[in-house]
């Protein structure tokens, strides 16, 4: 009996090249194909399916406001059609999902595509397929770190953005497959990018990151240790830094905790978790050693380390 498939995988699966391959398999056996792709789909020629593997086969390509129907009577007055695949079919509509659902009591529908845009929403063609299909299959990618990618993240400046219209074409220079845990930490390369760079401009027209001082009682007896009082512009960064904060910081530098050691160490070709492990281990330090940040910002130290954050995430 005839079904409606739908197999789903995020960017780079392979799902074009899987349909491609699919619709070899059945003309192997004689059978005949209906290949179709939405006409929002402008990465290659409008008449092709192309896998980034080189793998591609001419399509008819339909508009958004296209009845699938009718193209499959007009294909079908042409000549026998067997099996109907259908390439990005996350940007099918609603309705167009529904008359494949008519299509697959026919023939089978195989329907290839995304399952969520880069704001890990379901598209719109996607949520009707969940809904409808016979038979749903993920074909699985693996994220940059190894472990499963189910994101498709939208990269701008190699920056990670959650906001904008849904769709924008795009290969590899636009977008990245990412598990759970890779997705959070580009959001939060991105949050930092906002909220902590601007600080490199700040520091560099302090006079003082603060100023010392110590409470006395009024027989000039020491009350409270020796500490600082930020300027308002450090206050407000270690705020904002506060939520970015790396966990046990001195297993990733392996430093020995000194002012020195700070200063020394060297960010040439670290990476980012690493200058964010040198500024999470300085305000860790202020603890118990008041002064150290006041220090590393006065003789710019912090300031190479945001530096080095900025062209990790620029150069991304």
Not at 208 to 234: F, L
Not at 260 to 282: G, N, Q
Request: proline residues 2%; glycine residues 6%.
């Amino acid at each position: 009996m005839p079904k409606l498939y739908y197999k789903f995988g995020a960017m780079g699966s392979s799902k074009s090249a899987s349909a491609l391959m699919c619709r070899f398999n059945y003309i192997q056996k004689g059978a005949s194909v209906l290949l179709m792709k939405p006409k929002l789909d402008t990465r290659d020629s409008q008449n092709e399916v192309v896998s980034r593997i080189g793998l591609s086969a001419p399509c008819i390509s339909f508009a958004e406001n296209e009845s699938l129907q009718n193209i499959y009577k007009t294909e079908k007055e042409k000549g026998k059609i067997d099996v109907i695949i259908v390439d990005e079919c996350q940007f099918c509509t609603k309705e167009q999902i529904d008359e494949l659902r008519q299509i697959a009591e026919e023939i089978p529908v195989l329907c290839y595509g995304l399952k969520t845009n880069f704001k890990t929403e379901l598209f719109g063609g996607s949520k009707r397929l969940l809904e409808l299909a016979d038979s749903i299959q993920e074909i699985k990618s693996v994220c940059q770190c190894g472990k499963k990618a189910i994101f498709n993240g939208r990269f701008v400046k190699g920056l990670l953005v959650t906001e904008g219209k849904e769709v924008e074409i795009g290969g590899n220079e636009k977008y990245k497959s990412l598990c759970w845990t890779c997705y959070n930490k580009e959001k939060q390369k991105a949050k930092i990018y906002a909220d902590i760079i601007s600080y490199l401009k700040k520091f560099k027209e302090l006079e003082s990151a603060g100023e010392w001082s110590s409470d006395t009682s009024a027989d000039n007896i020491v009350m409270q240790k020796p500490h600082v009082i930020y300027d308002d512009v450090v206050k407000d960064f270690l705020a904002d830094f506060k939520q970015f904060q790396v966990k046990d910081p001195e297993k990733i530098l392996q430093l020995d905790g000194s002012l020195e050691s700070l200063r020394k160490a060297s960010t040439k070709d670290k990476d980012f978790d690493y200058c964010m492990a040198l500024i999470s281990f300085s305000l860790k330090l202020e603890r118990t050693k008041p002064g150290i940040v006041k220090t590393l910002i006065e003789d710019g130290t912090m300031q190479k380390w945001l530096k080095q954050i900025k062209k990790c995430v620029d150069n991304a």
